[in-house]
């Protein structure tokens, strides 16, 4: 069966395209992302993400790693246009074979729904009204980084993240009907708000994949993420790494 490619969906992808970098790749990593989804009423949903992390390939005398991040979360709908969450990140990451990290950062959130969703008495989660979905999430999160090495000091800082999500339908009306295929991206941007040299801790994010919702309770995304990071705002962009990241989604 052809699938339907509306103009918005061709230029979602040009988008991600012209976007992500062309100079080769520094890093290429797999991400796998459990999402578990518990809908308490129309206003408030819980959550827990649980994202193993794993590096694939690196340049020549980079150190490999892996993590597993943790991240519960609660999120509250006000009215058909706003909503607001908090989450907390808990995350284990193996650098070296002489260096853990863990990282502890709390955020708190604001996403606005620029087109408008439909409110059904009896179906908990919003339905927007059109085939495209469009949102900005905003993101302030306090990062607490602790090492195992006692001569690697321990750091806090305040990161702004700023996102931008579109979704498209492709063979139903709208992304919440059972059965449909749907395009999805988004473009995202890390500020450091303190001065702090880190790598990953300024950087852009582009994202797109496709996304298959079997019934309300199970769904399914792979995605191509391209990060550009930098140490410090001062800086320009030094690298360039490419994640494919597979998503499982599970709703009560």
């Known amino acids: 069966m052809k699938l339907p490619v509306p103009p918005v969906v061709a ?10 970098p062309a100079q080769a790749q520094d890093q290429t ?14 206003r408030l949903t819980y959550g827990l993400d649980v994202e193993p992390k794993v590096l694939l390939s690196k ?3 980079d150190p490999g790693w892996v993590t597993l991040d943790l991240t519960p979360s609660v999120e509250y709908s006000h009215g058909e246009w706003l909503d607001v969450l908090g989450e907390l990140l808990i995350a284990k990451t193996r650098q070296t074979n002489d260096l853990d990290s863990t990282e502890i950062t709390p955020r ?8 408008s969703n439909l409110r059904e008495a009896l179906v908990k989660e919003k339905r927007p009204k059109h085939r495209v979905v469009l949102r900005n999430l905003a993101r302030l999160e306090a990062r607490n980084l602790f090492y195992s090495a006692a001569d690697k000091p321990n750091k806090s800082t305040l990161r702004f993240r700023e ?8 063979t139903r ?8 295929a749907y395009a999805l991206g988004d473009a995202e941007w890390f500020w450091q708000l303190d001065d702090v040299s880190e790598r990953y801790a300024n950087k852009q994010r582009v994202r797109g994949g496709i996304g298959y919702r079997h019934s309300s309770a199970w769904r399914f995304e792979g995605l191509l993420i391209w990060d550009r990071s930098r140490n410090t705002i001062d800086e320009p962009f030094s690298t360039t790494d490419l994640v494919v990241d597979l998503t499982v989604k599970r709703v009560w």
């Open 163 to 170: 996102r931008v999500e579109l979704q498209c339908a492709l």
């Open 11 to 20: 230029s979602l992808f040009l988008l991600i395209w012209a976007v992500s």
């Open 108 to 115: 708190i959130g604001v996403r606005l729904h620029l087109l």
């Open 173 to 180: 009306p709208r992304v919440t009907d059972n059965g449909v």
């Open 29 to 42: 990593q797999l991400w796998g992302e459990f999402k578990f989804s518990w809908i308490k009423s129309r």
């Open 59 to 61: 340049p020549d005398g």
